[in-house]
């Protein structure tokens, strides 16, 4: 079985600030990792994935995540926050069943304060 | 961003009527899929396709047909809609069934069941 748990629901940062979202996940095999984001009406776009290669990954508007086996975490950071930054994020795992089974985390929801 | 279009982008309709929703896709991409959002549950899959006429079901399917004449084309059908039935619904597309794929979404359709 596979799960994912992202740990803060809200996240409150200021612009220019450093941004840490958190992620936890589970998995009987080895996982592909992603991150997407979302933005209000919009549906989800992909920010970076993970798939077994390096374990620091980097994305696109400067995120990056890294991949910690260890402590089967998946972390997605960006030096200095954005006000276009502002949306909700979602990690998510995925393994082979049959067809491509992914499991979504909850959702944090990030706000930046001008 | 991925040619994928969802229609109608909102809809209101009331309880008993059914209800169906498309997906179109100009990837020519194998798998779709359809989910829903809710408040503090993520994206949760309905049903997906891996071709033309081949569909199966996903997490919560009850209460929920799908259809794929075409490779483009995805359909999602709430027979007699119910307003546990009140969501977002969000289509997504990947190339393969492969761990590593990512899935590309569309912009949802809100729906609304009174």
């Known amino acids: 079985a596979q799960s994912v748990t992202q740990l803060d629901s809200h996240v409150s940062v200021s612009e220019g600030t450093p941004v840490l979202l958190r992620c936890n996940y589970s998995?009987?095999?080895?996982?592909?990792l992603f991150w997407y984001v979302q933005h209000p009406n919009k549906g989800l776009q992909l920010l970076l994935k993970y798939t077994s290669a390096a374990t620091l990954v980097k994305g696109i508007n400067g995120f990056e995540a890294e991949f910690k086996k260890s402590e089967t975490s998946f972390h997605l950071t960006k030096p200095s926050a954005h006000m276009s930054d502002a949306a909700e994020y979602f990690c998510v795992v995925s393994h082979s069943g049959g067809y491509q089974k992914v499991t979504f985390g909850t959702g944090t929801k990030l706000q930046v304060i001008p | 961003d991925a040619g994928i279009t969802q229609s109608p982008r909102h809809k209101v309709t009331e309880t008993g009527t059914p209800v169906t929703l498309r997906c179109h896709q100009t990837e020519n991409h194998r798998y779709m899929y359809w989910y829903r959002q809710d408040p503090g549950h993520g994206l949760r899959l309905i049903h997906y396709?891996?071709?033309?006429?081949?569909?199966d079901k996903g997490e919560v399917s009850d209460g929920y047909s799908v259809s794929r004449s075409k490779t483009e084309d995805f359909l999602l059908t709430l027979e007699s809609a119910t307003s546990s039935q009140t969501s977002v619904y969000f289509c997504?597309?990947?190339?393969?069934?492969?761990?590593?794929?990512?899935?590309?979404f569309g912009d949802g359709t809100r729906l609304s069941i009174l």
């Open positions: 997504a597309i990947s190339e393969s069934g492969q761990t590593n794929q990512p899935q590309h």
């Open positions: 396709s891996y071709g033309v006429k081949d569909t």
């Open positions: 998995s009987s095999y080895s996982p592909s």
